[in-house]
């Protein structure tokens, strides 16, 4: 257990690693820092002392060892665009984006998980059919599109709902900020809330439903039909147990996504989150900040996939050698 | 008793996959809908009623005209109406899908070309190489398709020149996509790849001296074709959203070559005052074509799974 | 005579398919003597699986019964309504599937499988239970049961593993086990313990077996009457015995004649000619005329029944009704 738990995080460590590299490699490579940080009027002889002073000159190894020492310390340069360092920019917007994305991922798991639980077991229904076709026009409508249309009839016609930014907010400790404790903050995270997990709960019901497909075809259910247990021991008992497990680790993958997704919800709604910032980093070229944006996202993400390894180890007794060890 | 081989026609029409389609209205209308709106695109030049974007032929005085109501000034009535610059929104919209179109499917073909390359190198060499390729793909597959395709496009808009950039967007949009969804593709080919490599004729063409590669490649192709289709398919459907995705965003198609999701863009600015159409028609024609796709490739996919015959 | 525990009649299973109508099983009737070990023979494809799930009432959709009664003590169990035969299942009838490598739910240790089952029929406490799956596994032969109930099936061998499933199939007492291929996906070494043990513990609660196997020398050992089935329908029944010394049927005489056995004289084992028909191609008359070497004038044209004759055994076969034998000339 120990082994597996170091070699995970070896691995991971190992991928945190190479995407540095390449955020490095954007960095360096991608459009000229020194250009991109002075005005037209800076004599190429000035330019030439700034390269020097920021070490663009030193061998590239060293270059990315400072790189990374900088990263470790959170030290990401300064974004083009705005002139302000890039970490407190993100930490700044990160809270909007956080509140955002959990709320979202909940919605989308709770009700994807009842939704795929229904049509499973109510396979030839007619509300089964309604639901699952409506499922397909959730996978093929574009999150952007469901937001647009979200705005037009609640926001313009309907007018319950704001069409955009995060309502008031309330200061939470040293950096983090909530809208759930205001009113308006709350109206505010409705349509964005939807809009962004409308597609995970469509992804997460239809895994869901065909897991549970699968489940209720193997031989132990019909074992377990065969010994006279209830319905309800049979589908939530045993079908939904088993069920559970691929879907809550494809789930926990999915919460990465999420993160990564709220970059449209957050340009449709004008959300105050990382995601808008990352976008008009690539619109403007802005390489620290598109850098250290890729840098967060693969640590959650890779925090996320570790975690969800763990949860996978918890739950199927399959994965643990313990006392028993070998089968006799 | 005397009786007819039944013809190729036959054969096609009593298989089990039309009989699939024949009964299956959704598959049906699916792809009638998706035929009609991807003939509407490609024929776009000469089907439009207007070319949108040729200035000489705008009259702004048409501007705002809502759908099929004459204009107060020219008399003029648009079937979706016009948008802002006069422009007949039908017109814009076949434009925009053959763009939008263009831009999916160059981008899917790529995709399977790279997805297929890759799959079937890995599938032959197996060992590190095999090995490597495999954790590239599935590091790669962690990450959301968009943001992929939005870090190359970043990346490749670092390198390219600004004067270029708008000539070669749409070109560096294909190559983003198409990185961003080969993995599926790669995926399959590789594991038809392997059973394939250990098959006994493989070893007897070595011992000839043929090279067995062109051998494998023909008994390769009909097992991966049926699933290389649904992905293909439904890659399809993801790419054309992905395009309006990122065009939407301003990260896409370049101004002068509007797609769907620019369409959208700017009709998302038009609500506040009104101009519902230039919004809604858009929307639908996006919905539908990405929608109909989706079904098809759904309904391949059951078609083709023999488990659930 | 005593009464039958399990009595069915003219059983018909359908499955409805794009090209047409299948019949899995055509008309079936047999009964089942309370304590009696039924063994229920035929080639793969015959109906002997398709038997045992319409008795137990698991026939997946789309195939369903479509005629024919099954009585359980003299009454109607293929017709309830299905949580009055959720009841039945288990409590009265018990199944023990082919595969223990999948038959038990992963997630689940032994404990918990046992004490779910055993207080869906029997109304005790949780402590009652365990006490009860502990004594139930010991007498399977899982050594240690007391400790080992506490295990995952993975930490069981296949042997093993189809001891409890035997255990989860008869913990709720019931009168009938069908045992579906019950040894088929075993080690041979394993075979004949795991049908001990299925026979000891049933005649130990004075449980009847439905055993379907394609395993004569299975069905030699361990039953006291056996149905062979072919093409969806019985061809004979009869004591075991007397089946597989002097079959009545032409196919059942083929079947004994295929087996090898130590004391044969002959060079060649005894071959069918031909295949068992495929469901959509049954022919008209008795479904065995293709291949059998004595099929005469009504045998192309009419189905026999199911002729009772002395001694408790039963054929369908035109050879041994002395009506038509009579009326037309030997060829």
Not at chain 1, 131 to 140: D, K, P, R, Y
Not at chain 1, 191 to 209: C, D, E, F
Not at chain 3, 266 to 288: E, W
Request: glycine share 8%.
């Amino acid at each position: 257990m120990i082994a597996f738990i170091l070699r995970r995080l070896l691995q991971s460590v190992i991928v945190m690693i190479a995407v540095a590299a390449v955020s490095f490699s954007l960095f360096r490579f991608v459009g000229d820092p020194i250009n991109s940080m002075v005005g037209q009027e800076t004599s190429i002889a000035d330019r030439q002392a700034l390269r020097e002073s920021l070490g663009l000159n030193d061998p590239i190894v060293l270059q990315f060892g400072r790189f990374l020492g900088n990263a470790l310390q959170g030290e990401f340069g300064i974004s083009y665009r705005l002139q302000m360092p890039v970490t407190e920019l993100i930490l700044q917007r990160l809270p909007a984006t956080v509140e955002l994305a959990l709320v979202s991922g909940l919605l989308a798991f709770v009700l994807g998980l009842s939704l795929g639980v229904y049509t499973a077991l109510r396979r030839r229904g007619v509300l089964s059919n309604i639901i699952m076709t409506a499922s397909l026009i959730g996978v093929s409508l574009p999150t952007f599109l469901i937001g647009v249309l979200l705005i037009w009839v609640f926001a313009v016609e309907l007018r319950w709902l704001p069409s955009n930014g995060r309502g008031e907010v309330v200061a939470l400790g040293d950096w983090w900020s909530t809208g759930l404790l205001t009113h308006s903050g709350r109206l505010a995270l409705i349509l964005p809330a939807i809009t962004l997990g409308l597609y995970q709960m469509t992804l997460i019901m239809r895994l869901v439903r065909a897991e549970m497909l699968e489940v209720l075809r193997t031989d132990y259910i019909k074992f377990a039909r065969a010994r006279g247990l209830s319905a309800r021991a049979v589908n939530f008992g045993h079908a939904l147990k088993n069920t559970l497990v691929p879907v809550i680790t494809i789930t926990g993958l999915q919460l990465g996504s999420i993160i990564a997704f709220a970059i449209i919800t957050e340009t449709v709604f004008n959300w105050p989150g990382v995601g808008a910032l990352f976008i008009n980093s690539v619109r403007f070229v802005d390489v620290p900040v598109m850098a250290a944006y890729l840098m967060m996202i693969a640590l959650i993400f890779v925090v996320i996939n570790l975690i969800v390894d763990l949860l996978y180890y918890a739950v199927d007794p399959r994965l643990r050698v313990d006392r028993a060890g070998k089968a006799h | 008793m005397t009786s007819k081989t039944p013809g190729r026609l036959y054969r096609l029409w009593d298989s089990d996959l039309f009989y699939a389609f024949r009964t299956a209205p959704v598959a049906i209308v699916a792809t009638l809908v998706a035929l009609t709106i991807i003939a509407c695109a490609v024929l776009a030049p000469w089907l439009a009623p207007m070319n949108p974007y040729n200035p000489g032929g705008l009259n702004l005085m048409n501007g705002f005209t809502p759908p099929m109501e004459p204009n107060a000034f020219t008399g003029e009535t648009f079937l979706m109406g016009a948008d802002n610059q006069g422009r007949d929104m039908l017109s814009t919209i076949m434009y925009g899908t053959r763009t939008s179109l263009f831009v999916g499917a160059m981008a899917v073909l790529f995709a399977m070309t790279l997805g297929i390359s890759i799959g079937l190198y890995a599938g032959w060499r197996g060992g590190w190489v095999d090995g490597a390729l495999m954790r590239v793909a599935d590091v790669q597959l962690a990450f959301p398709a968009i943001l992929i395709a939005l870090l190359i496009f970043g990346i490749a808009r670092g390198f390219i020149p600004d004067n270029l950039r708008d000539q070669l967007a749409i070109w560096v949009l294909i190559v983003a996509i198409g990185l961003s969804d080969w993995v599926q593709f790669a995926r399959v080919v590789r594991g038809a790849t392997m059973v394939e490599k250990n098959k006994e004729y493989v070893q007897a063409a070595r011992v000839i001296g043929a090279h067995p590669a062109k051998i494998m490649f023909r008994h390769i192709l009909p097992n991966v074709m049926g699933p290389v289709l649904v992905i293909a398919t439904i890659s399809l459907a993801l790419a054309i959203i992905a395009e309006a995705t990122l065009s939407f965003l301003g990260v896409g198609v370049p101004p002068t070559q509007p797609s769907l999701g620019t369409l959208i863009r700017i009709g998302q600015g038009f609500l506040i005052s009104g101009e519902w159409w230039i919004l809604l028609f858009p929307s639908l024609t996006l919905l539908a074509l990405a929608l109909s796709v989706n079904l098809l490739g759904d309904w391949l996919r059951d078609a083709l799974n023999p488990r659930l015959r | 005579m005593a009464d039958p525990l399990l009595s069915v009649r003219d059983l018909v299973v359908e499955f409805p398919t794009r090209r047409g109508t299948l019949r899995a099983l055509d008309r079936v009737s047999f009964d089942i003597m309370p304590g009696e070990v039924l063994g229920m023979v035929g080639e793969s494809g015959a109906g002997k699986s398709i038997t045992g799930a319409a008795i137990i009432g698991l026939i997946e959709p789309p195939g369903r019964v479509a005629s024919g009664e099954i009585r359980l003590k003299g009454e109607r169990i293929d017709n309830l309504r299905p949580e009055a035969l959720r009841k039945i299942r288990g409590k009265r009838i018990g199944m023990v599937f082919q595969d223990p490598l999948t038959s038990l739910n992963p997630l689940y240790t032994v404990a918990q499988q046992l004490i779910e089952t055993i207080r869906t029929h029997i109304d005790c406490s949780e402590a009652e239970a365990r006490k009860r799956a502990v004594a139930l596994l010991d007498r399977v032969g899982i050594p240690a049961a007391a400790r080992r109930i506490d295990d995952y099936p993975h930490h069981f061998s296949g042997g093993m593993r189809q001891r409890v499933v035997i255990a989860l199939a008869l913990c709720a007492e019931p009168e009938l086990v069908i045992a579906d291929e019950p040894t088929t996906a075993l080690d041979v070494s394993v075979q004949s313990q795991i049908i001990e043990v299925l026979k000891d513990i049933c005649a130990e609660r004075g449980a009847a077996v439905m055993l379907i196997t394609h395993d004569m020398g299975v069905i030699a050992e361990t039953a006291d009457r056996v149905a062979v089935l072919y093409a969806g329908r019985v061809a004979e029944i009869g004591p075991v015995r007397e089946v597989i010394t002097e079959a009545l049927h032409p196919y059942t005489r083929g079947l004994m004649g295929s087996i090898p056995t130590l004391t044969q004289e002959s060079d060649r084992l005894v071959q069918i000619p031909g295949a068992m028909p495929r469901l959509n191609a049954i022919p008209q008359g008795c479904a065995f005329n293709p291949r059998c070497d004595k099929a005469f004038a009504p045998c192309f044209t009419d189905r026999p029944e199911l002729l009772a004759l002395e001694g408790g055994r039963q054929v369908a076969c035109w050879l041994h009704d002395t009506a038509k034998a009579q009326e037309v000339p030997h060829g």
